[in-house]
């Protein structure tokens, strides 16, 4: 009868560690779940912004491309010429005032 009992107790006992374990199991296995979603939107935003990254480095090369065929034109050499003497003369100009 006594060993009935203590069978009974470590059955019960058994049965409490294993609901218990079950439960940490369970809670890890949402901590995972919840860290692979995590993972996913991570990854999803860092496709998205290397997407993001390409289409602004091919923009810029486009726009340096199209910036180098106006300023190897003679005419541009030319006004950047003018505009560089004009910001020259007004700095002149400035410092001259600024010193009276």
Partial sequence: ??????????????????DSLAHKV???KNITIQMNDT????????????????????SVKRTMTK?????????TKRLLTVVGVFVLLFFIVFLFKKRK
């Avoid at 993972?39 to 091919?58: I, K």
């Fill in 1 to 18: 009868m006594e060993d009935e009992q203590r069978q009974r107790l470590m059955e019960t006992e058994n049965d409490r560690m294993a």
């Fill in 26 to 28: 369970s809670k890890i």
């Fill in 39 to 58: 993972v996913d939107t991570q990854n999803t935003m860092l496709d998205d912004m290397s997407t993001s990254t390409d289409n602004l480095q091919n």
């Fill in 67 to 75: 910036l180098r065929i106006v300023v190897n034109r003679p005419q």
